[in-house]
């Protein structure tokens, strides 16, 4: 197990911000201590993250503690009142390139708050008798957020029109691929386990034969949106073939898995799809604790799956209730 190394772009930013601090000019002698203390917090965070199942809660808790820092230092130094707040944009700028929209806002108006405590808390009076004091950092905050928040729209879509699957809105392979090694590592870190769940839409070539294409389309469209209702923000789910899905669950264990694509296939077959009665059925695999190859999990997810196909369809299958492994799995079955 090796150590994770900050990315460089984040190395210079914390470069930058340790050769910066002893350049401002300070009237406390304190001062630089909490400064450093939220470069130091952050960097811990996102040097740690991958050691724990929700990374970006301890990212999350990284920029917070570099907020309350931050504000600690003007408040010693008594510039809470002057340009001193404006330092507070800074973790602001990093959870822009980190965090969904709300999250950013929900940011935002912590960030505010801390602003207000900080001018109003302490000497008070100077801002009532000059309230542009206040003001101004606080419509610069909210410049910069705004600003933001188009460069993230603008980015966001280019991304999405790379690693999203242009009819269902789900992630593609091109997603998946970059995933899987950060999930390896990740498992590896965590010594938890990883769960693979493939599932195929059964008979789809008869629905495409028989109603046509665009109905087909219709159907792989409205199975997207029933399986993102049943699955959890941090589920993630791929698009994989024409009618295949795979679903990567860190921290799953088989039988969590078989429960959860179980509650896929019930929801999938309780109501029509696209106007059509329209089944799937699902194999499952997991790895050993601390340890993910998606080709391995994946090839014996699929001879699960096979299992359940060739079983009657419209049914859960699981790897380890398999008489072989991976591909030598497919080929008995195959060969039965």
């Not at 944009?89 to 108006?109: I, K, N, Q």
Request: charged share 20%; hydrophobic share 50%; aromatic share 6%.
């Amino acid at each position: 197990m090796h150590a994770r190394i900050l990315p460089a772009h984040q190395r210079v930013l914390v470069l930058i911000a340790l050769l910066l601090a002893p350049t401002i000019p300070f009237d406390s002698p304190y001062s630089p201590i909490p400064l450093i203390a939220a470069v130091v917090g952050y960097a811990w965070a996102q040097h740690n993250a991958t050691r724990y199942d929700r990374p970006e809660l301890l990212i999350a808790g990284g920029l917070l503690f570099g907020q309350l820092m931050l504000v600690t230092a003007v408040v010693v130094d008594d510039r809470q009142h002057s340009v001193g707040l404006a330092i507070l944009v800074w973790p602001l700028v990093a959870a822009g390139g980190r965090f969904a929209a709300r999250v950013v806002w929900a940011f935002t108006a912590f960030t505010i708050a801390l602003m207000l405590v900080a001018s109003l808390g302490f000497d008070g009076d100077v801002v009532l008798h000059d309230p542009i004091l206040l003001t101004l950092p606080i419509a610069t905050v909210l410049a910069v957020v705004l600003m933001s928040a188009v460069i993230r729209e603008s980015d966001a879509q280019h991304r999405s029109a790379a690693i999203l699957d242009g009819l269902t809105g789900m992630l593609n392979r091109t997603a998946l691929d970059a995933r899987t090694h950060e999930i390896a590592h990740q498992a590896s870190v965590t010594g938890h386990p990883v769960a693979v769940v493939v599932g195929d839409v059964d008979h789809f070539k008869a629905v495409n034969d028989t109603h046509g294409h665009t109905t087909g389309d219709h159907v792989l469209r409205d199975l997207a949106y029933v399986m993102r209702k049943e699955l959890r923000a941090f589920d993630l789910a791929y698009r994989v073939g024409g009618e295949e899905f795979a679903l990567v669950l860190p921290g799953a264990d088989e039988p969590t898995a078989a429960a959860l694509a179980e509650r896929l296939r019930e929801a999938i077959a309780a109501q029509p799809i696209a106007t059509l009665p329209i089944t799937m059925s699902f194999g499952v695999a997991a790895s050993s604790p601390g340890t993910f190859d998606w080709d391995d999990a994946y090839s014996r997810a699929d001879a699960a799956l096979y299992r359940a196909k060739q079983e009657g369809r419209d049914a859960v299958r699981c790897a380890s209730a398999l008489p072989g492994d991976g591909v030598e799995a497919v080929a008995e079955l195959r060969a039965a």
